[in-house]
């Protein structure tokens, strides 16, 4: 039985000279497991995943579970504004031994509520696998509004929710305790207060760097010794901050690649974090490995 909770991470997708390095990624998500990480996301927005075709994001799914030991989970993400074209690409993956999809609202069009329900539940029925809802209204237009939410949560199919509305306390607290689902922040630098607020967890683009310490905030705050789990909130919050100064992911590219685990290759329209703030990543690297 698969816990949606602790610290998943949206794994960044390598490239070497135009192409998909199914080496390197294959080598970083042994990597993120090793360091901790309770599980893995392909293909979210941090993977780049709109700039992959169809058969690069199914070589790169293949190469990462085979990569991972065998009861280690790895999630896909699915999006897409047409819903029989996704009911399509979801129906594809029913074979393949994933632990989930992190599934969009559908995109630019902009659908009422109504419509978000309907679109859920047509790739739910579609889908043999459990689902996550992941809430991103700054990229989608549109939020999944907390009645939506609640509707969704009535089939068990449904698991979890990556939730990125923003940060505002009050929907969080609700969805926290009004609804059966895993709370996984979307919001990295939330994470500390969300998780205090009875979160479950985050799915951490940070995370690439030191999940151990993500890890071991959340033992601290189950624990009750907030004094400790704010310590480590602390320490990692200017990376944090400086990770997502730079359209996501250049600047966590960036740090792989000064760590040897990628080369620092981003397909267009994303273009390579900035020389200023490599600088800085530099020396901010430097302290959070050497906690």
Not at 182 to 203: Q, V, W, Y
């Amino acid at each position: 039985m698969i816990e949606f909770s602790g610290i998943w991470i949206p794994m960044v997708t390598p490239f070497l000279n135009g192409h998909v390095d199914l080496a390197a990624a294959s080598r970083l998500a042994k990597h993120l497991e090793e360091q901790g990480a309770d599980g893995l996301i392909v293909c979210g927005t941090t993977g780049e995943s709109a700039t992959l075709s169809s058969t690069e994001q199914h070589q790169l799914l293949t190469a990462v579970i085979a990569a991972v030991s065998a009861d280690y989970p790895v999630a896909f993400g699915i999006s897409g504004n047409n819903t029989a074209e996704v009911i399509c690409a979801t129906a594809a993956l029913n074979d393949m031994p994933i632990a989930a999809l992190l599934v969009s609202a559908p995109y630019y069009v902009r659908p009422s509520q109504l419509g978000i329900v309907q679109h859920f539940e047509a790739i739910a029925a579609a889908s043999r696998h459990p689902i996550i809802i992941y809430n991103i209204p700054y990229r989608t237009g549109v939020t999944i509004e907390l009645a939506t939410i609640k509707a969704l949560s009535l089939n068990p199919q449904f698991v979890a929710i990556k939730e990125s509305g923003g940060g505002q306390i009050e929907p969080i607290y609700q969805i926290i305790n009004e609804t059966p689902l895993k709370f996984l922040s979307g919001e990295d630098h939330l994470i500390f207060i969300t998780s205090c607020m009875g979160g479950h967890g985050a799915i951490a683009a940070a995370a690439h760097i030191r999940p151990d310490l993500y890890k071991k905030m959340l033992c601290f705050i189950q624990e009750g010794n907030l004094a400790a789990a704010r310590m480590i909130d602390l320490q990692l919050r200017p990376l944090i901050k400086l990770l997502f100064s730079e359209p996501n992911p250049a600047v966590i590219k960036a740090a792989l690649a000064m760590q040897g685990l990628i080369h620092e290759e981003l397909r267009l329209p994303m273009t390579a974090a900035s020389a200023s703030t490599k600088e800085k990543l530099a020396v901010l690297l430097k302290e959070v490995l050497a906690i």
